[in-house]
């Protein structure tokens, strides 16, 4: 009997314990705390809980501005009107050109992360906050904003696209992944069949369009200072020098596919495809659609020129022709006989003889103009 009773006392305390458990358990689950009874004050009223404020981080490049001062102003005061904090301003330098500040921002545990420069400043900016749940705002400062282009959003007024930034909505787009390779080694043109990329090669990201050849040169040709004085249409004036050039000898590989022989002037590779001017380059492609759009562009002579050109600004999607190639691909891989320069997003990445280029779908997350927004102007 003696052994019944102690018995009986064990399990009458290990159930107390347990429920006790379940208890703190209960009590203890994420958000519980955020619904206990508020303190009353003095007065027999209860405390209010003061919510905490958001803020914004902006890595701007300050050599696109002659008075950043101004634009810290003026991004400060669109910033207390929404009950935002002030935000985080963060300069880019020379040997950081804005991925290092944005990771140092998400440190920080801001809830925007803005680039306030060229398109140079948004890729590299980007590469930082891809795979994140942090968005990225997008503010003009550069001559192209071409991101903001194909996703419609302020491209002449900082003061609104920080608006749109911080009440906008965010979206899922696609990052393009470029690897730059050497195909000189030995077996050389192309690439041998198994070669892999060189120990130090670095994928670097891209949100617009890869580049190999003419557009290359442009981008490489077209002085800060000519940007600065006649904005885009310096490129033109760039392009007019040289696109009756020599074309490049290339072969390009789809999805691993056995690789084929161009003969081009470029070959783009794009996320998207609206480019300064109003010019829509490759009308099927879209941000957030998991697929490379692929142009080569290998016209002869004027003519041919002319004969691009109008397929180009009237947005004809005819059959593939010698002229104009249009392909689509999750993986593509080029190379050329010599070296050529390389842009990502309008920056000169290097020199390469042999490309790669993957797409990651829905990787970044941009702030874009909630469905109620006015257009933007320019």
């Known amino acids: 009997m003696p052994n019944t009773l102690m018995l009986l006392a064990v399990m009458g305390l290990f159930g107390a314990l347990l429920v006790v458990a379940v208890l703190l358990g209960l009590n203890s689950r994420p958000g519980r705390h955020a619904r206990t009874r508020p303190h009353r004050n003095a007065f027999g009223g209860r405390d209010q809980v003061t919510p905490r404020r958001k803020r914004a981080a902006i890595i701007v490049n300050p050599t696109k501005f002659e008075d950043l001062a101004a634009v810290v102003t003026t991004v400060g005061e669109v910033a207390a009107t929404l009950g935002w904090d002030p935000p985080l301003v963060v300069e880019t330098t020379q ?37 994140t ?3 990225l705002g997008l503010l003009p400062g ?18 609104e696209a920080f608006r749109v930034a911080c009440t906008g909505r965010n979206r899922a787009v696609d990052v393009g992944y470029l690897t730059l390779q050497d195909a000189s080694a030995p077996g050389g043109y192309p690439a041998p069949e198994g070669s892999t990329t060189p120990e130090g090669s670095a994928e670097h990201a891209f949100l617009v369009m890869a580049g190999i050849g003419l557009d290359a040169t442009i981008m490489s040709e077209t002085t800060e200072a000519a940007k600065a004085r006649m904005g885009w249409p310096a490129y033109a004036a760039t392009g ?71 397929q180009v600004l009237t947005q004809h999607r005819s059959a593939r022709t010698q002229r104009l190639q249009r392909h689509t691909a999750t993986r593509v891989t080029v190379t050329t006989e010599k070296p050529q320069a390389v842009q990502l997003d309008g920056d000169i990445v290097g020199e390469s003889s042999a490309l790669s280029a993957r797409i990651e779908p829905k990787a970044l997350l941009v702030r874009v103009a909630t469905m109620g927004d006015p257009p933007p102007a320019g």
């Open 95 to 131: 040997t950081d050109p804005g991925a290092g500040q944005a990771r140092s921002a998400l440190d920080e545990g801001v809830d925007l992360v803005c680039s306030l420069g060229g398109d140079g400043t948004v890729r590299m900016v980007a590469s930082a906050l891809a795979g």
């Open 133 to 135: 749940s942090t968005p």
């Open 142 to 159: 550069g001559t192209g904003n071409l991101l903001a282009r194909n996703l419609e959003l302020p491209v002449t007024d900082i003061a």
């Open 240 to 310: 007019l020098r040289n696109f009756l050039g020599p074309r490049l000898k290339a072969h390009i590989s789809i999805d691993d596919g056995a690789p084929t022989p161009v003969q081009a002037h470029t070959v783009l590779i794009g996320n998207c495809g609206r480019i300064t001017g109003g010019i829509n380059l490759i009308p099927d492609a879209r941000v957030d659609d998991g697929i490379l759009d692929v142009v080569v562009i290998a016209p002869k002579g004027l003519a041919g020129w002319l004969n691009v050109s109008a």
